[in-house]
Protein backbone atom coordinates (compact mmCIF):
# COMPACT_ATOMS: atom_id res chain seq x y z
CA UNK A 1 0.00 0.00 0.00
CA UNK A 2 1.60 3.31 -0.98
CA UNK A 3 1.65 6.46 1.58
CA UNK A 4 -1.36 8.20 -0.34
CA UNK A 5 -3.89 5.31 0.28
CA UNK A 6 -2.49 4.92 3.79
CA UNK A 7 -3.66 8.43 4.46
CA UNK A 8 -7.11 7.86 2.85
CA UNK A 9 -7.83 4.96 5.24
CA UNK A 10 -9.97 6.11 8.07
CA UNK A 11 -8.18 5.75 11.11
CA UNK A 12 -9.98 6.13 14.90
CA UNK A 13 -8.07 8.44 17.05
CA UNK A 14 -6.63 6.75 20.12
CA UNK A 15 -9.52 8.65 22.18
CA UNK A 16 -12.05 7.09 20.62
CA UNK A 17 -10.60 3.98 20.26
CA UNK A 18 -10.38 3.86 24.10
CA UNK A 19 -14.49 4.42 24.14
CA UNK A 20 -15.07 1.66 21.38
CA UNK A 21 -13.00 -0.81 23.20
CA UNK A 22 -14.47 0.41 26.40
CA UNK A 23 -18.44 0.13 24.45
CA UNK A 24 -17.45 -3.70 23.47
CA UNK A 25 -15.98 -4.80 27.02
CA UNK A 26 -19.77 -3.52 28.26
CA UNK A 27 -21.50 -5.75 25.84
CA UNK A 28 -19.25 -8.31 26.57
CA UNK A 29 -20.21 -8.22 30.32
CA UNK A 30 -24.05 -8.00 29.50
CA UNK A 31 -23.69 -11.09 27.47
CA UNK A 32 -21.82 -13.26 29.85
CA UNK A 33 -23.80 -13.75 32.93
CA UNK A 34 -22.17 -13.41 35.94
CA UNK A 35 -22.59 -15.41 39.48
CA UNK A 36 -25.90 -13.33 40.68
CA UNK A 37 -28.03 -13.89 37.11
CA UNK A 38 -27.59 -17.51 37.28
CA UNK A 39 -31.06 -17.68 38.32
CA UNK A 40 -32.55 -15.68 35.63
CA UNK A 41 -34.76 -17.02 33.14
CA UNK A 42 -33.33 -15.20 30.31
CA UNK A 43 -30.97 -11.72 30.02
CA UNK A 44 -32.37 -9.34 28.31
CA UNK A 45 -30.67 -6.51 26.77
CA UNK A 46 -30.80 -2.95 26.91
CA UNK A 47 -33.49 -1.70 24.01
CA UNK A 48 -31.95 2.23 22.72
CA UNK A 49 -34.67 2.09 20.65
CA UNK A 50 -37.40 1.69 23.57
CA UNK A 51 -35.27 4.62 25.49
CA UNK A 52 -34.17 1.83 27.52
CA UNK A 53 -30.89 2.45 29.24
CA UNK A 54 -29.61 -0.36 31.60
CA UNK A 55 -27.95 0.69 35.05
CA UNK A 56 -24.33 -0.82 35.80
CA UNK A 57 -24.51 -4.08 37.55
CA UNK A 58 -23.23 -2.00 40.62
CA UNK A 59 -25.98 0.44 40.67
CA UNK A 60 -28.64 -2.25 39.85
CA UNK A 61 -27.95 -4.23 42.78
CA UNK A 62 -27.79 -1.09 44.86
CA UNK A 63 -31.23 0.00 43.90
CA UNK A 64 -32.70 -3.67 44.17
CA UNK A 65 -31.33 -3.56 47.44
CA UNK A 66 -32.72 -0.55 48.69
CA UNK A 67 -35.88 -1.54 47.43
CA UNK A 68 -35.91 -5.21 49.12
CA UNK A 69 -35.21 -3.43 52.54
CA UNK A 70 -38.26 -1.01 51.67
CA UNK A 71 -40.45 -3.39 50.90
CA UNK A 72 -39.59 -5.20 53.89
CA UNK A 73 -40.50 -9.11 54.56
CA UNK A 74 -43.11 -10.15 51.97
CA UNK A 75 -43.11 -7.03 50.38
CA UNK A 76 -44.32 -6.21 46.79
CA UNK A 77 -42.47 -4.33 44.41
CA UNK A 78 -42.86 -2.94 41.79
CA UNK A 79 -40.41 -1.63 38.76
CA UNK A 80 -42.07 0.59 36.28
CA UNK A 81 -39.97 1.31 33.07
CA UNK A 82 -37.26 0.14 35.45
CA UNK A 83 -35.73 -3.27 33.64
CA UNK A 84 -32.28 -3.27 35.09
CA UNK A 85 -33.95 -3.26 38.58
CA UNK A 86 -35.75 -5.95 37.71
CA UNK A 87 -33.65 -8.67 36.25
CA UNK A 88 -31.57 -8.21 39.37
CA UNK A 89 -34.16 -8.47 41.57
CA UNK A 90 -35.07 -11.73 40.16
CA UNK A 91 -31.26 -12.66 40.04
CA UNK A 92 -31.45 -12.21 43.90
CA UNK A 93 -33.72 -15.36 43.84
CA UNK A 94 -35.55 -14.74 47.01
CA UNK A 95 -38.73 -15.87 48.17
CA UNK A 96 -39.34 -12.98 50.89
CA UNK A 97 -40.87 -10.62 48.25
CA UNK A 98 -42.37 -10.44 45.20
CA UNK A 99 -41.47 -8.15 41.99
CA UNK A 100 -43.33 -7.31 39.11
CA UNK A 101 -42.12 -5.19 35.81
CA UNK A 102 -44.73 -2.78 34.56
CA UNK A 103 -42.61 -2.29 31.02
CA UNK A 104 -43.59 -1.80 27.36
CA UNK A 105 -40.90 -3.92 25.76
CA UNK A 106 -42.68 -7.36 25.17
CA UNK A 107 -39.86 -9.18 25.33
CA UNK A 108 -40.21 -9.28 28.92
CA UNK A 109 -43.29 -11.55 28.79
CA UNK A 110 -41.27 -14.18 28.95
CA UNK A 111 -41.40 -13.30 32.53
CA UNK A 112 -45.19 -14.49 32.78
CA UNK A 113 -47.23 -13.32 35.36
CA UNK A 114 -44.55 -10.86 36.74
CA UNK A 115 -44.62 -8.89 33.59
CA UNK A 116 -47.62 -6.41 33.21
CA UNK A 117 -47.52 -4.46 29.93
CA UNK A 118 -46.93 -0.80 30.50
CA UNK A 119 -47.35 2.53 27.98
CA UNK A 120 -46.95 5.25 29.99
CA UNK A 121 -48.82 7.37 27.39
CA UNK A 122 -52.06 5.11 29.45
CA UNK A 123 -51.05 5.61 33.29
CA UNK A 124 -53.88 3.89 34.54
CA UNK A 125 -54.80 1.25 31.64
CA UNK A 126 -53.46 -1.75 34.03
CA UNK A 127 -54.64 -5.30 34.33
CA UNK A 128 -57.35 -5.46 36.85
CA UNK A 129 -55.58 -8.35 39.12
CA UNK A 130 -53.57 -5.29 39.77
CA UNK A 131 -54.98 -3.13 42.47
CA UNK A 132 -54.39 0.47 43.65
CA UNK A 133 -52.06 1.11 46.38
CA UNK A 134 -50.62 -2.83 46.29
CA UNK A 135 -47.30 -2.42 46.06
CA UNK A 136 -45.22 -1.30 49.36
CA UNK A 137 -42.15 0.17 47.14
CA UNK A 138 -42.54 1.50 43.22
CA UNK A 139 -39.30 1.46 41.71
CA UNK A 140 -39.50 3.95 38.54
CA UNK A 141 -37.02 5.67 35.79
CA UNK A 142 -39.27 7.14 33.26
CA UNK A 143 -38.48 6.51 29.70
CA UNK A 144 -38.23 10.25 28.84
CA UNK A 145 -37.54 13.16 30.76
CA UNK A 146 -40.40 15.31 29.38
CA UNK A 147 -43.08 16.82 31.36
CA UNK A 148 -45.77 14.77 29.94
CA UNK A 149 -43.73 11.35 30.85
CA UNK A 150 -42.89 12.26 34.25
CA UNK A 151 -46.97 13.30 34.76
CA UNK A 152 -47.99 10.10 33.64
CA UNK A 153 -45.86 7.80 35.15
CA UNK A 154 -46.22 10.07 38.34
CA UNK A 155 -49.76 9.12 37.91
CA UNK A 156 -48.84 5.33 37.57
CA UNK A 157 -46.48 5.49 40.76
CA UNK A 158 -49.34 7.24 42.74
CA UNK A 159 -51.84 4.48 41.71
CA UNK A 160 -49.64 1.53 42.52
CA UNK A 161 -47.55 2.69 46.09
CA UNK A 162 -48.60 2.38 49.41
CA UNK A 163 -46.17 5.13 49.80
CA UNK A 164 -42.63 4.37 48.90
CA UNK A 165 -40.98 5.63 46.13
CA UNK A 166 -37.99 5.10 44.26
CA UNK A 167 -37.78 7.47 41.21
CA UNK A 168 -34.85 7.48 39.14
CA UNK A 169 -34.10 9.62 36.31
CA UNK A 170 -30.66 10.13 34.17
Known amino acids: MSDSEDEDTPQLS ?3 LAAL ?3 YAEQKQ ?4 CEEDKYNIGII ?6 SQFWYSQETALRLAQEAITAAGEGGRIACVSAPSVYQKLRALHRQDFSVYIF ?3 RRFAMYGEEFIFYDYNHPLDL ?4 AAHSFDIVVADPPY ?3 ECLKKTSETIQYLTRGKVLLCTA
Open 145 to 147: LSE
Open 127 to 130: PEKI
Open 45 to 50: DENWQL
Open 14 to 16: SHA
Open 30 to 33: HTEP
Open 21 to 23: QEF
Open 103 to 105: EYD
